[in-house]
Each structure stands twice: as C-alpha cells, then as structure tokens.
C-alpha cells in the first residue's frame, strides 16, 4: 500500500501530506528539528502551540505508556486505535520540546486510518499529525485543498481518501479527563 520510498522520504527529513480519519495531515519525523519546523513554517503555526503525533499500534508508543496506571492504560486500549487524540505525560523527556511545544504532556494518536497507519509502519515509528492548513483556515478535506495551501513545500503528497470522521480527533488529556477539543 505504502511505497519503502515515502519512508525515506521521512527519515531524511522529508514533509509529505496524506488523509487521515477525517482531515488531510501534514506528516514528518518528530526526531528531525528541521522537518518540524518546516511544517511549523508551511502552517505559521508557533512552536509553542506543540503538534500531535500518530502512530501505527501501541507498540510504537509503548515507552510513554509503560508506567502509566492500569487504569489509564485502558483507557486508552478503549479509544485506541481510533480518531482520539490524549494527552500523555512525558516525565522522561523522551519527545523533543519542539513536538510538545510549551507543554508537559505529549499528543499521540494510535490512528485506524489505514494510510496513515501504514506510513507510520514503514516510517517505523510514530509521525508528526497536524491538519493541513495555514493558521485560521479549514483544515484541508482535499488532496486540491492541500495543493492549493502548499503550493511549495511538501516532498509528497500520499493517495488515499479521508476516514469517516467529520473533522479533526477529540483532544483530551488522560490524567484529568478534560476535553480540549471535540
């Protein structure tokens, strides 16, 4: 499904766009500053505002779950993989301050989008997810919308339609429960 290609794409720092549950996303290695700050560039996002980071399975997100409560833990074994996005504590500082921008907490998603699920397996680990869209615009629902946005910028633009989701995921932090977008 997924070109070995688009992988290393990623892995050298590469931007690409591509559909998930319910917007198109731009994507890169969290790992790789400049790459971040690409999108955060394309986007006129700040920093501070952090990004979300998808993943393939639990298993690419297991060194920021491993000690959490078991309560917690089913939690999110209930929404995952799905269009939910929670808010993790980083204690270790295993994300880069440049993903959680001026937070504690790390946004993951285990995502069901099969696109973006296979990129996230041949990327081999877990990818930057942030809508496509400059700041204060709709979110692209487009592969067009996406090309008209970012006429320059994206390395590659990954086929696929947008999962049934009617707009971005739900935004909640795990440890308190609040919603911070639904």
């Known amino acids: 499904m997924i070109d070995q290609s688009i992988g290393n794409v990623l ?5 690409i766009a591509y559909p998930t549950e319910g917007v198109w996303g731009l994507g890169c290695d969290p790992f ?8 955060l560039a394309l986007k006129v ?7 979300i980071l998808i993943a393939a399975g639990m298993d690419q997100v297991e060194a920021l779950t491993a000690n959490l409560d078991p309560a917690y833990k089913s939690l999110l ?8 996005t929670w808010l ?5 500082n295993l994300i880069p301050a440049w993903i959680k921008g001026e937070f504690s907490t790390v946004a993951i998603r285990v995502t069901d989008h099969p696109v973006a699920a296979a990129l996230c397996s041949a ?3 877990m990818l930057v997810s942030t809508s496509a869209n400059p700041a204060d615009l ?3 629902k487009t592969r067009e919308e996406v090309q008209a946005y970012f006429p320059e910028g994206i390395d590659q633009i990954v ?3 947008l999962g049934r989701q009617q707009g971005p995921s739900t935004i909640r932090d795990l440890m308190s429960q609040q919603v911070f977008r639904q």
Do not use: T
């Open 45 to 51: 996002r700040p920093v501070e505002k952090g990004l």
């Open 123 to 125: 990327f081999g680990g």
């Open 32 to 39: 790789h500053e400049a790459a971040v700050m690409r999108i």
């Open 138 to 140: 709709p979110p692209a």
């Open 159 to 161: 086929p696929g339609e």
């Open 77 to 84: 074994d209930e929404s995952w993989p799905g269009p939910n």
């Open 88 to 92: 993790l504590p980083d204690d270790n």
């Open 11 to 15: 892995r050298h720092g590469g931007v």
